[in-house]
């Protein structure tokens, strides 16, 4: 098992970029999560998908942000256009979605927008 | 929105000492979670406690879910420098599809 992978794991960008985070959850995993951490907001949910299919995203901070899962095996989180204020760490996590949520996670990708 | 406020933030204390992290809401929740960060990864599932009073343990953690179900604690007995880091509780709320939301966390640092 080599759990979640999540890259890069650092991504430095200037304001008005596009920045892709990527997301490979554990294989069997039928519930996907992103998260962003910040030291005034602590850990945030941004969207969660079960079985592929986004079921909540009403923590997407606005439209410049988006996520998408194309198949079980793979996610993306787009922000277009980035702004400093995104700057954060960002981790994805997949759980088998039993009641008691066994989510595991990723090791993050630090964003720090100029 | 369920809040949950962990107290304290930052807790700093000699190897050997024990000390107790506090999980607070006014909200209910089917199941309370507790997760260890460290620099640099991603949060680490420590337990997971889903009936009102349950107490669980694991080495030197000792987890207890407030009858209640809107409270939990994290005691730590003969702290150890590798107990060094985040302390996140989460709550679950059944039939939510499986959401968490996460407290603020306590930094707790244990010097040699």
């Known amino acids: 098992d080599a759990g979640v992978i999540q890259s890069p794991r650092h991504e430095v960008t200037e304001m008005g970029q596009e920045v892709t985070l990527r997301c490979k959850p554990i294989?069997?995993?039928?519930?996907l999560f992103w998260y962003r951490q910040t030291m005034m907001r602590g850990l945030e949910l941004l969207i969660y998908?079960?079985?592929?299919?986004?079921?909540?995203d009403s923590g997407m901070p606005e439209d410049r942000f988006s996520a998408k899962m194309p198949n079980a095996s793979f996610s993306t989180l787009k922000i277009q256009p980035s702004e400093p204020r995104d700057s954060a760490v960002y981790f994805c996590?997949?759980?088998?979605?039993?009641?008691?949520?066994?989510?595991?996670f990723g090791a993050g990708t630090r964003l720090s927008v100029l | 929105t369920q809040l949950l406020e962990q107290s304290p933030q930052f807790l700093s204390i000699q190897e050997g000492e024990n000390l107790t992290v506090y999980c607070n809401s006014s909200?209910?929740?089917?199941?309370l979670q507790w997760y260890r960060q460290e620099p640099g990864e991603g949060p680490v599932l420590l337990v997971t406690?889903?009936?009102?009073?349950e107490v669980k343990k694991l080495k030197r953690l000792t987890f207890q879910f407030g009858d209640a179900r809107k409270d939990s604690s994290l005691h730590i007995t003969a702290a150890q420098p590798g107990d060094t880091g985040l302390y996140l509780c989460?709550?679950?709320?059944?039939?939510?599809?499986?959401?968490?939301?996460f407290g603020s966390g306590t930094q707790l640092t244990v010097l040699p």
């Open positions: 294989s069997g995993h039928n519930s």
């Open positions: 406690v889903v009936t009102g009073g």
């Open positions: 998908f079960n079985n592929n299919v986004p079921i909540d």
């Open positions: 996590a997949s759980s088998s979605g039993d009641l008691t949520g066994r989510a595991k």
């Open positions: 909200s209910v929740f089917s199941s």
């Open positions: 989460a709550g679950g709320i059944s039939g939510s599809a499986r959401q968490l939301t």
